[in-house]
């Protein structure tokens, strides 16, 4: 988002220089032009999907476009077995560790915030949850699935989904 | 403490634009769906208060708008449209650089004078490049797997979050994967190659120029055709 945003702000004929993808773009154009092959079998256990703030809310109210449909378009290529949190998109709570919060030392509040998303994956009754950005998988790995006692929660970036469920 | 002299504020250090709190109601919607609410005693409500009341240096050194994640709920629910998220953006970038918490500072001088928030050598980083592309094409399927870092022309330049060459290597295996599947023509930078803008967090928009700039630069000195946004 910095980068989009950046771009927008300092570089606007950049642009007009060469195209842009998000992740979420390039994954859907791969699956969609039969680039990549997924098998649905590989992720058989019940997953959750997080929407990262960036790229939902903020994207929705600073660049007009929330990416929620895109990953969960992707979670259905991947698994037949996945079921939303909730509230979700745009009502979704923060992981806790946005804005720079996992650099600070503020771990306990850190934590404090994270619960509000761990009530959410427990009552989904998920044993893994896919997230398309990296400080939130940093907060659910290395954090919140330790001190809300959920270790057996697996914790899977997005495109980590994607490439273990290529055929080649 | 002093009554506030609400016709004459000569202090105003945030120079608020209206649409960061002069329009708040104070109905506290904001509060109310914010996962630290009552954190040292603040809130999205009591920040905006603040900030417009003249109690500026409060909400400077107060911990609160660095434990708050500007993740947006707060803004997205309010009925008055406050930018909540710039205005806490702002009150960071008044905080003394020196005094912004943990490494959030020192990770954006890392990159202004390294390229990455690591401080990783350029020496150091295609040797990892290299290293963890040998060991991805032992794996069955991609023998033939090359790193393809300063290739020119290529259909997409990638950046790279600092953290995966500092520490977690195996991690960037899931793209090449996925590239190497849809036989992309793809590259890597192997200078300037940061992916993650933690001026954004800080409040420093020079900072965030720069680093966005060094992207323009290195899609124009490879020629590539189009970038794929840092995840």
Known sequence: MATRLGL??????????????????????????????????????LSTYHDPCNYGRKSEMMFGHGYYEEGRWIMDQCTDNWVDAYPNRANQFCCGAGGGAWLTPYNEERVYYGRKKIEQIKATGAKLIVVPCHSCYDQFKKSLRVEYDMQDLEVKYLWAVVADSIVL | MEALDLTNRSRRKLELKPEWANICFACGTCASGCPVTGVDGWDPRKAIRAAVLGLEDELIDARWPWICTMCGRCQYACPQGVEFVSLIRHVRSHRDREKVPGTLHKGVEAALKTGNN??????DFIFVMEDVAEEFAEEE??????????????????????????????????????????????????????????GLFTGDDEAMKTMVGRIVENMEKLEAKNLLFPE
Not at chain 1, 9 to 23: E, I, L, N, Q, S
Request: proline letters at 6%; hydrophobic letters at 40%; glycine letters at 6%.
């Open chain 1, 8 to 45: 927008q702000k300092w570089f606007p004929d950049a642009f007009k220089k060469f195209g842009v993808y998000t992740v979420f773009d390039l994954m859907i154009k791969y699956i969609k032009e039969g680039r990549i092959k997924l098998d649905k079998t590989r992720h058989p256990q």
């Open chain 2, 118 to 123: 690591f401080s990783i050598p350029k020496d």
């Open chain 2, 141 to 198: 399927g991609f023998s033939d797997f090359k790193m393809p870092l300063d290739k020119k022309g290529a259909n997409i330049l990638c950046t790279v979050h600092g953290k995966l060459p500092f520490g977690a290597t195996d991690d960037m295996k899931f793209w090449w994967k996925i590239f190497y599947a849809a036989k992309e023509d793809w590259t890597i930078p192997s200078e300037n190659w940061e992916g993650v803008n933690w």
